[in-house]
């Protein structure tokens, strides 16, 4: 099972990046994928979650209104659209899937992929 995350980088404050994360390795019907992201020091905290069929999301607080995401026709790559950043948004991102739904902690998660960084600059 691999998750392969990709799409980080650099960005002023307001600006918007665009994460994907391809699964492969097995079969992910009915599971949830989502991101969780960690900067230096703190706890590895939950962003988004998406469920299979994309009907349903979970969102963190410190998220809602900025960042959406979404799933494609194959049902193994997610994407994280991020709107107006904030520095406070810098850290690195991290994929998870799992297969139960909810903003997860990471005792909820089955797999995870490696991280991606992301920067905004002020």
């Known amino acids: 099972v691999q998750l392969q995350a990709s799409g980080g980088g650099l960005v002023q404050a307001g600006g918007s990046l665009r994460l994907s994360c391809a699964a492969s390795?097995?079969?992910?019907?009915?599971?949830?994928m989502g991101w969780f992201r960690q900067a230096p020091g703190k706890e590895r905290e939950f962003v988004i979650s998406i469920s299979w069929s994309g009907g349903t999301t979970y969102y963190a607080d410190s998220v809602k209104g900025r960042f959406t995401i979404s799933r494609d026709n194959a049902k193994t790559t997610v994407h994280l659209q991020m709107n107006s950043l904030k520095p406070e948004d810098t850290t690195v991102y991290y994929c998870?899937?799992?297969?139960?739904?909810?903003?997860?902690?990471?005792?909820?998660?089955?797999?995870w992929g490696k991280g991606t960084l992301v920067t905004v600059s002020s």
């Open positions: 390795g097995r079969t992910f019907g009915s599971y949830y």
């Open positions: 998870a899937t799992a297969r139960y739904g909810g903003r997860w902690t990471q005792a909820n998660i089955d797999y």
